[in-house]
């Protein structure tokens, strides 16, 4: 069992910057993928950005120039460093995270989410 916890949401104006991070913690053998999703209220879960294993990015194209994904593989940790932050990028950020035990074993594990509130 793999467990995932987010840290480093909160207020912050529009304009302002924020850093999440996501540690992995448990039995871990091998974590390939991880990303950041986020949910506002009444919409649906988003992909925001992913981040393989040998560091290759993906983003919405909302947050493209402004957020960026990076990972510690020695620390299975995944960051998401959000500058220039909207009213709009308001929502519960989650961390999510593909594990295999073995090849060809895919995971999918979620954290508990993180708010992230951007208002004046």
């Known amino acids: 069992q793999v467990q995932l916890v987010e840290s480093g949401g909160g207020l912050v104006q529009p304009g302002g910057s924020l850093r999440l991070s996501c540690a992995a913690s448990?039995?871990?053998?091998?974590?390939?993928?991880m990303g950041w999703y986020r949910q506002a209220p009444g919409k649906q879960r988003e992909l925001v950005a992913s981040?393989?294993?040998?560091?290759?990015?993906n983003y919405a194209d909302s947050v493209k120039g402004r957020f960026t994904i990076s990972r510690d593989n020695a620390k299975n940790t995944v960051y998401l460093q959000m500058n220039s932050l909207k009213p709009e990028d308001t929502a519960v950020y989650y961390c999510?995270?593909?594990?295999?035990?073995?090849?060809?074993?895919?995971?999918?594990?979620w954290g508990q989410g993180t708010q992230v509130t951007v208002s004046s």
């Open positions: 999510n995270a593909d594990h295999s035990n073995f090849p060809g074993d895919h995971r999918s594990y």
């Open positions: 981040i393989t294993r040998g560091g290759n990015t």
């Open positions: 448990g039995r871990i053998f091998r974590i390939n993928t």
